[in-house]
């Protein structure tokens, strides 16, 4: 019988989370040089997340996965115009500033005053003018909300033909979204939900509610070589839900 082997369970575990430890260390400072579209830092980037996820957050601008692909998608489609007027909730510094150089108009919205958004508004119900806004970026904040109120009042502040750009936490492999009203604790949402702030987890009828509210729905998903070179997320997605335009009369 091996040393290990004589021990207790506990001490086993013990032994093991200081290996675990050491590894993470060793890997947390970065593992494989990166590429960041958000400032052009090509190098390691550190790890981020709870639990950790390595090779997350760009060391120069702080961009996480999710920022990247966007700059990527941003960069590609080019769907920011010169005469757009965009919306941009819960607003990040790593997508703001490029957004605004691109548009018309820029205006920020959150339920939070920090960051001193143009609109401190509830984004289930804004009160902000309808059909007025070409673009719509919601970044994580659905599983935040009342999805379904939220969804509905981008729709409503879309012009006809506009788009929204949603990101989320999303299980591919679940067919239905895993939420409970009777989770209210912090510690059993983040058990059940992965944050404590969360309200839901999603699975794949994350598209079914999109389209529920009347949008017509697209994606961009992370892969390779872009997952390897800008340290993406193997198949995080950009769900792109437009407004159908007008109907034109027969």
């Not at 979204?177 to 009828?205: I, K, M």
């Amino acid at each position: 019988m091996s040393a290990a082997q004589g021990r207790g369970p506990a001490a086993r575990a013990a032994a093991e989370a200081e290996r675990v430890v050491a590894r993470f260390r060793a890997a947390a400072r970065g593992v494989v040089p990166r590429l960041c579209p958000c400032c052009g830092h090509q190098g390691l980037f550190t790890a981020f997340g709870d639990p950790p996820r390595l090779d997350a957050r760009c060391p120069r601008c702080g961009s996480l996965e999710r920022h990247r692909l966007f700059r990527l998608w941003m960069e590609r489609e080019r769907p920011f115009g010169p005469a757009h007027r965009v919306l941009h909730f819960a607003p990040e510094r790593q997508l703001g500033p490029a957004i605004r150089a691109r548009v018309a108009a820029y205006e920020t919205a959150d339920l939070s005053a920090k960051g001193a958004p143009d609109h401190l508004v509830d984004i289930g119900a804004t009160g902000l003018p309808g059909a007025a806004y070409d673009r719509v970026v919601c970044n994580h904040v659905l599983e935040h909300v009342d999805d379904r109120r939220a969804l509905a009042e981008i729709r409503r502040l879309l012009v006809p033909g506009g788009l929204a750009v949603l990101t989320t936490p999303v299980v591919e492999g679940w067919a239905a979204t895993h939420e409970y009203a009777s989770v209210a604790t912090p510690e059993g949402r983040r058990l059940q939900f992965g944050q404590a702030d969360h309200l839901r987890l999603y699975g794949r009828d994350l598209r079914d509610r999109i389209r529920d509210a009347g949008f017509a729905l697209s994606e961009y998903p992370a892969l390779e070589p872009d997952v390897r070179v800008h340290g993406l997320i193997r198949g995080e997605t950009l769900f792109l839900a437009q407004k159908p335009p007008p109907e034109v009369p027969a």
